[in-house]
């Protein structure tokens, strides 16, 4: 697995991804570490909050995207590295059973002033489940390598 | 632990947290599980990467930054739920034996012009490692119930 220089991706371009299964005990082990709250870690308590039963916390929405994402097509060369902002949003919760995959399209191409041998490409990065509903939207600013001058 | 309505916050108000040490063990458990590349997954691989050594995944500084929020003082009634988009950026990348703890600072609060029984509180919610550098900001948008009337 070579990986993509900044040179090989165009704006437009769209790569999809494999498909990850929620699991409810792995939802509540993860919520129990980090995101302890009923509606996250106990399916009787959820009942009676505001989602009306059991969700996966939202940062174990955004975990699992990011290996859907780290195991898709995309492939920049040296990895997926965050350059900063992401706006974040989780128009749907994930509930035990969802079955999510994510399509990530390349919205800009922009060569760094200050650091010649990158580019930074922001992408929109979806998450649907099942029923091809949107479970999360975000907007990575990558750090991707130019090609070295031969 | 009884929970802050929404008439109870005012914007300017801040809330402290507790601390939680990054662990290299549970940091490449982590990224063996949702973010598999290797900076993250092999301290020997790491030094030859970008980061020079090996860095928590950013999901994982993002819920271990998570758990400090639900844990901290702010606590709203219902518990926290995110509204939608949050601004996030990793200025700088978590490593092991960091010793992080959150501040969050209310930013706006803005009752739902369709749901009269919530209001939106955006928040400001900066991750700081023990050398008060700054780890991860964030902005999440939070539903908080308004108090019922009497």
Do not use: C
Request: glycine share 10%; hydrophobic share 35%.
């Amino acid at each position: 697995m070579p990986g993509r220089y900044f040179e090989d991706y165009a704006v437009g371009q769209k790569f999809g991804s494999g498909t990850a299964t929620m699991n409810a005990e792995r939802m509540k082990a993860f919520a129990r570490e980090f995101d302890p709250q009923p509606f996250h870690t106990d399916e009787e308590a959820a009942r009676h909050t505001f989602f009306g039963g059991l969700v996966a916390s939202g940062w174990h929405t955004a975990a699992m995207s990011m290996r859907l994402f780290v195991e898709s097509d995309i492939t920049p060369v040296g990895g997926s590295i965050g350059a900063g902002g992401s706006d974040l949003s989780w128009p749907r919760p994930t509930r035990p059973g969802d079955v999510l995959r994510i399509e990530s399209e390349v919205l800009d191409l922009r060569p760094s002033k200050s650091r010649p041998t990158i580019g930074i490409m922001k992408v929109k990065l979806t998450t649907y489940n099942q029923a091809n509903e949107v479970a999360q939207i975000a907007y990575p600013a990558m750090i991707v390598p130019r090609r070295p001058a031969k």
